[in-house]
């Protein structure tokens, strides 16, 4: 059945994940670790990240988490350091992060929205950095829905967000494709009885997404060729 709503993941799907954050974390860590790289190491291995190589490791706690996640793994690094405060340094660091496009955004999602299609965001960052990059990526007024881990609909891999912007949507969660980089979007999809589609520009392997996805491309740039696949085939 051709989806009557596209929903997407926003780190590692609309925008490429190591361009994106790989040097902006080595940043956030030493900022943090107050220029102690003992310290900067430390909290690096905590987190995943290669400090050398700028890179995330592929089970990296920070893929898929919210800033919650990644404050809880840092604050027994940072003792004295509150939590909302630290959450809100990162969210207004996040905001500031320039943002590298997997594929040309605008070409695509003029195509997206000239077949009619619905299109929704959701994503474990907080809303706020979340809505800074569509704006400064000229997509802020392309999705009809924007959720964070933060807006009151829970977090991936629960399906909270998504059922959220089908119903926002009026539509039936059957009727709607989840689009992300990892398993906690698919996960997400699959609880909220959607279909579940799986994109190569993050950190996770095809081995890993394609026993849990009904499809696997390699960017969301083949989304059209597959929308007049299945329009070819419905024909």
Not at 125 to 139: C, F, I, N, Q, T
């Amino acid at each position: 059945m051709t989806p009557a709503a596209l929903i997407f993941d926003k780190d590692g799907t609309l925008f490429d994940f190591h361009a994106t954050w790989g040097g902006w974390s080595r940043g956030l860590i030493e900022a943090e670790a107050g220029g102690d790289s003992a310290l900067a190491r430390r909290i690096a291995v905590a987190l995943g990240y290669d400090m050398e190589a700028g890179r995330f490791a592929p089970d990296s706690i920070v893929i898929a988490a919210t800033a919650g996640d990644i404050a809880d793994r840092m604050l027994p690094f940072l003792p004295g350091t509150d939590r909302a405060t630290l959450i809100a340094r990162m969210n207004e660091r996040a905001a500031q992060a320039p943002q590298v496009p997997a594929v040309p955004l605008g070409p695509l999602f003029a195509d997206l929205a000239a077949r009619g299609l619905a299109l929704g965001l959701v994503t474990n960052d907080s809303e706020g950095p979340a809505r800074v990059h569509l704006e400064v990526s000229g997509l802020a007024s392309t999705f009809g829905f924007v959720a964070g881990a933060d807006s009151g609909h829970g977090a991936k891999p629960g399906p909270g967000q998504l059922i959220a912007c089908a119903k926002a949507f009026g539509l039936a969660p059957e009727a709607c494709a989840m689009i992300g980089d990892s398993l906690h979007d698919l996960h997400a999809a699959r609880a909220a009885g959607m279909t579940a589609i799986a994109v190569l520009t993050g950190l996770a392997p095809y081995a890993t997404l394609a026993p849990h996805a009904d499809l696997v491309l390699e960017d969301i740039g083949a989304l059209p060729k597959w929308l007049d696949d299945l329009a070819i085939t419905k024909a």
